[in-house]
């Protein structure tokens, strides 16, 4: 177990860089939010060179209302968009319950692992992304390949969404594929607003390992998303990189030198010298709900750290009038914590999306995205 007391120094994410405090919930809105996303795109993910582009296009391409034994309408559609190099498109796959009420709360899921996994005709099902479960629970399924914006290899600049739209010359702060997997994920959403099936007050983006790196980046950077889940995301992800064990700021960086800005590479064994942490980019999400997810034998991730930035995010929903997470100590496996506006919970075992997960992901939503 981990307490709140033995916790890094960390940085407040209630005071200013110029050392005064936020003294209001107005305050955070409308300035200290804004100056920690700033720091964030500086220091860690980057800044996109673009929204929405002009001229972005939806297809769908397939309409299949009686798909699952019935209980489901697949649709297919084509995110058609052109660049200053290039055209991209990003393909979504969407299950919309049938006999629910519409519209219906949606969970979009950025894949990062084989498509196999998000199999729209069901041959293949897989409890990475369960969809079956969700259209059981009223839930539509959304999901994107993560590989469809871009390549996450180390000359992704090459190809993708960073070809189409980066200028010649990349900037220190240009952004990485883990900004560039979250843009794809708010173009999903540009999509997910237009569909009358869909409630747009009512999307949660989800996201397993770097994909959950970049569920709550988008989380961050797009404050239509109602609901924010991380699973097993570790450093640069929900983990608090202070003090934190396994997996470390010049481990990811070596090993994925394109996920992240090529000013995080100065923070190398300088995590104290960060002007931010990871409680701070779960503070972003506030007042929106959050959901931190761990695996007992995840060293890598270092889930005592992840449940830190679910202690240390809290004062801000606080500030806000909202609960927080409602634990400072770390609970043991399959003990979810759902009451208060961070959900929380460990499943035991190693580094993994299961469908244990995607049942707290669920329980939670039903308590509170509803």
Not at 163 to 190: E, H, L, N, V, Y
Not at 197 to 206: E, H, Q, S, T
Not at 229 to 238: E, F, L, Q
Request: with cysteine; hydrophobic share 40%.
């Amino acid at each position: 177990m981990r307490a709140a007391g033995e916790d890094p120094k960390l940085p407040d994410p209630l005071t200013f860089q110029n050392g005064e405090r936020v003294a209001s919930a107005g305050q955070w809105t409308s300035k200290r939010r804004g100056e920690v996303l700033e720091l964030f795109r500086a220091n860690v993910y980057g800044r996109a060179p673009i929204g929405r582009p002009d001229g972005m296009k939806f297809e769908v391409t397939e309409t299949s209302p009686n798909t699952m034994e019935g209980k489901a309408t697949r649709k297919q559609v084509t995110l058609s968009f052109k660049g200053r190099v290039g055209e991209g498109a990003i393909r979504l796959i969407l299950f919309l319950p049938n006999g629910a009420a519409k519209p219906a709360p949606c969970l979009l899921f950025i894949c990062n692992r084989p498509q196999t996994n998000i199999d729209p005709t069901r041959a293949v099902k897989s409890p990475f992304w369960p969809a079956e479960q969700m259209i059981a629970r009223g839930y539509a399924a959304a999901t994107f390949y993560y590989g469809d914006v871009a390549p996450d290899k180390a000359d992704a600049w090459s190809q993708g969404v960073h070809a189409m739209f980066d200028p010649p010359q990349r900037a220190p702060d240009a952004w990485g594929t883990i900004a560039a997997w979250a843009w794809g994920a708010s173009r999903c959403m540009d999509y997910l607003v237009s569909d009358p099936g869909i409630d747009a007050k009512r999307v949660a983006v989800v996201g397993h390992s770097r994909g959950g790196k970049t569920a709550l980046w988008a989380g961050a950077e797009d404050e239509r998303f109602a609901m924010v889940v991380s699973n097993d995301s570790g450093c640069t992800g929900a983990a608090v990189a202070r003090g934190k064990s396994g997996e470390r700021i010049a481990d990811i960086n070596k090993n994925f030198p394109h996920w992240f800005c090529e000013n995080y590479k100065h923070f190398n064994g300088r995590e104290e010298d960060l002007p931010v942490d990871q409680h701070m980019l779960a503070a972003l999400i506030a007042p929106r709900l959050l959901y931190i997810a761990s695996a007992s034998e995840d060293k890598g991730a270092d889930p005592g750290h992840e449940f830190l930035a679910a202690v240390h995010a809290t004062p801000v929903y606080q500030l806000l009038g909202l609960k927080g997470i409602t634990a400072t100590e770390m609970p043991a496996p399959e003990s979810p914590l759902l009451e208060g506006s961070i959900g929380h919970h460990i499943h035991t075992g190693k580094h993994d999306l299961t469908e244990y997960d995607w049942k707290c992901f669920m329980d939670f939503a039903d308590k509170h995205l509803r």
